[in-house]
Nanobody, 126 residues
């Protein structure tokens, strides 16, 4: 099993920045990649970004390209999501997730992930 704990959420004004962290513990050697999803009130959870653990291949949702940057520190078993130029529509609970087997393509769908964190709230005020 892998446990994931997010941190770094909070309240920020539009145009501001936040950096989310996702610390993995447990069977971290089984992680092949990590992704971030978000869920706004009344909406379905949506894909934000993902990174493969070994070679660092990256995939972003169109809505965050150019504003968000995903990265990972393998030595610390931690993933990051740097969020710049935040907009009110970025307000959501952000979840990190990890997948534990090789994938031909980085998954952008929930079923592609095996482990999930508890989520951290990000609120962007206008």
């Amino acid at each position: 099993q892998v446990q994931l704990v997010e941190s770094g959420g909070g309240l920020v004004q539009a145009g501001g920045s936040l950096r989310l962290s996702c610390a993995a513990s447990g069977r971290t050697f089984s992680i092949y990649g990590m992704g971030w999803f978000r869920q706004a009130p009344g909406k379905e959870r949506e894909f934000v970004a993902a990174i493969s653990w070994s070679i660092g291949r990256i995939y972003y949702a169109d809505s965050v390209k150019g504003r968000f940057t995903i990265s990972r520190d393998n030595a610390k078993n931690t993933g990051y999501l740097q969020m710049n130029s935040l907009k009110p529509e970025d307000t959501a609970v952000y979840y990190c997730a990890a997948y534990a087997s090789s994938r031909l393509n980085i998954p952008s769908y929930e079923r592609g992930y095996d482990y999930w964190g508890q989520g951290t709230q990000v609120t962007v005020s206008s």
